[in-house]
């Protein structure tokens, strides 16, 4: 079920086969405009339009939304989703359904509309600095859609995703495949869509794992309260399910006490470390590492009671009892 706006009377309805929409990707400006300020249909959106409301700026941001939607559809869809709105985050069941369904709500979106509420010129020489750049959550609403048009503050079209691709890969490193659509997300290896998230925040720490189960194609249960670094580690758990793609494991750590000096003067993981990255951030020069599942060694890895299970070449360092175990993945030389 998904929640959808109509565009023209500005009111919400619920829908199991949903009719076409568009969809809006924004940073949150709080106050924000929230699902129980519009249930009740008394109270019109343009209540909020007072000058004196604190929620006059999100009320602008919804029915700017609305106006761009038929201006440019016409009537040929006529329904939107934004998240403040269209869930009630009271219902912790309702949101952690939301949040491992919204990949595909936006996957699915007729259109994804870009708001950009930092950024006033219609230039595009600097919309890149636009602090939805920065942000977790875009991530993902960036990739997933068919389409995506880009605004500025005042709704003036800065341009769509295919047209803008080189600044936005440039900015994103995402591959213009990716962008263009010509391979789908999961033609770029683990280590490579870890990368892409390197850097960005998120308001609720455990939102860093959370926000890239759709870039990974994983459900998992919300947690809220468990921590970033465990929320990430469930993710890439989940991820093992599903992959073997080695390139989950060639993170490089951000935090110099997580290596102590071994044999030979070599740094090896202290322990308590383990294989699994702390933070997206760990992955953050991973980007042209590409998966290479082996012939040889095609053996299934899996998380059990005593930590991860698998199947590496040993290969003897020295003569103190030290081995140095190959992960498989390719480099690319560009």
């Known amino acids: 079920m998904i929640r959808l706006l109509d565009a023209t009377t500005h009111s919400i309805a619920s829908y199991l ?67 403040t709105i269209c869930i009630d985050k009271r219902d912790l069941t309702e949101l952690s359904t939301a949040i491992n369904s919204m990949y595909k709500w936006y996957k699915y979106a007729e259109v994804c509309f870009v708001y950009l509420a930092d950024y006033p010129s219609p230039s595009v020489s600097d919309f890149t600095h636009s602090k939805w750049f920065t942000r977790g959550w875009t991530l993902q609403e960036f990739i997933a859609p068919k389409s995506v048009l880009f605004f500025d503050a005042s709704w003036n079209r800065i341009g769509d995703r295919d047209t803008l691709q080189s600044d936005l890969t440039a900015r994103t490193s995402i591959p213009a495949e990716v962008l263009l659509g010509s391979r789908n997300v999961g033609w770029a290896s683990v280590s490579c869509r870890m990368s892409w998230a390197a850097g960005r925040t998120v308001t609720v720490e455990e939102d860093i794992a959370y926000c890239l189960l759709g870039l990974f194609g994983v459900n998992m249960p919300l947690l809220y309260g468990e921590g970033a670094e465990r929320a990430f580690r469930r993710l890439q758990e989940e991820i093992m399910r599903y992959s073997d793609d080695h390139s989950l494991f060639a993170w490089k750590s951000q935090n110099a006490g997580s290596f102590i000096r071994g044999p030979r003067g070599v740094d090896v993981l202290s322990s308590g470390s383990g294989l699994l990255a702390a933070s997206p951030d760990y992955f953050a020069s991973t980007r042209e590492f590409k998966h290479a599942p082996s012939r040889e060694n095609n053996r299934p890895f899996a998380v059990t009671n005593k930590g991860i299970y698998i199947d590496l070449y040993l290969q003897r360092y020295g003569h103190e009892g030290l081995y140095v175990a190959s992960i498989e993945f390719l480099e690319s030389e560009a």
């Open 17 to 83: 086969d949903p009719p076409s929409y568009a969809i809006i990707s924004h940073v949150w400006l709080p106050p924000e405009i929230i699902h129980t300020d519009i249930i009740d249909p008394s109270i019109p959106l343009s209540t909020f339009t007072n000058p004196s409301h604190p929620k006059r700026i999100s009320a602008a941001k919804i029915l700017n939304s609305c106006n761009t939607l038929v201006r440019l559809y016409n009537g040929r869809v006529k329904h939107l989703w934004l998240d």
